[in-house]
Nanobody, 125 residues
């Protein structure tokens, strides 16, 4: 079993940067793919980025590619999302996720079994 705790959200202005962190419990987390999703009221949770268990490969949605970077530190059981050049449309609750079933870079909500509680990101114009 893995438990995830998201942190790092906040209120920033357009163009600013923010770094989200996800702390995981459980010795097997280093063998799980991990990802970040986001959700706004009334909309489905959408894929943002994912990373393989080794950190050797990553995937991004088109809307964040080139601005966001996902990384992980398996020695510390953490996954991070560096968000640069933030836009108002990036405002959402961001969720960290982990998948024990996939070794590559999963992108669907259904690919992930474990979820953090979410952290709010608000970008003002």
């Amino acid at each position: 079993q893995v438990q995830l705790v998201d942190s790092g959200g906040g209120l920033v202005q357009a163009g600013d940067s923010l770094r989200l962190s996800c702390a995981a419990s459980g010795r097997t987390f280093s063998r799980y793919a991990a990802g970040w999703f986001r959700q706004t009221p009334g909309k489905e949770r959408e894929f943002v980025a994912s990373i393989t268990w080794s950190g050797g490969a990553t995937a991004y949605s088109d809307s964040v590619k080139g601005r966001f970077t996902i990384s992980r530190d398996n020695a510390k059981n953490t996954v991070s999302l560096q968000m640069n050049s933030l836009k108002p449309e990036d405002s959402a609750v961001y969720y960290c996720a982990a998948s024990a079933r996939y070794w590559n870079t999963p992108t669907r909500v259904s690919d992930f079994e474990f979820w953090g509680q979410g952290t709010q990101v608000t970008v003002s114009s």
